[in-house]
Nanobody
């Protein structure tokens, strides 16, 4: 069984910073692409950033220059450093990963972590 556990969310004032973590555990043969998504109330889930194990990409234009994605393969952990946060960054942030347990990869999701940015 594979688990993705996010942490690091919370309440922060506008202009502040948070660092989200996503730790993968369980029976993992290969940890492939990983990514961060977010979903604000009443909105669709949005892709924020991805890491293909060869480099990270910030996919959401609204966070470019403020967010950074990184990964520690030794710890099977993905990070999202969020700086200069804005109220519009308020959302539940989810981690997703393509994980190979035996032969073919499957996509797994974490339970989400709430980020609230006050003005």
């Amino acid at each position: 069984q594979v688990q993705l556990v996010e942490s690091g969310g919370g309440l922060v004032q506008a202009g502040g910073s948070l660092r989200l973590s996503c730790a993968a555990s369980g029976s993992i043969f290969a940890l492939n692409a990983m990514g961060w998504y977010r979903q604000a109330p009443g909105k669709h889930r949005e892709l924020v950033a991805t890491d293909t194990n060869g480099g990270g990409t910030i996919d959401a234009d609204s966070v470019k220059g403020r967010f950074t994605i990184s990964r520690d393969n030794a710890k099977n952990t993905l990070y999202l450093q969020m700086n200069r946060l804005k109220p519009e960054d308020t959302a539940v942030y989810y981690c997703a990963a393509d994980i190979t347990q035996r032969i073919s990869p499957n996509q797994y999701w974490g339970q989400g972590t709430q980020v609230t940015v006050s003005s």
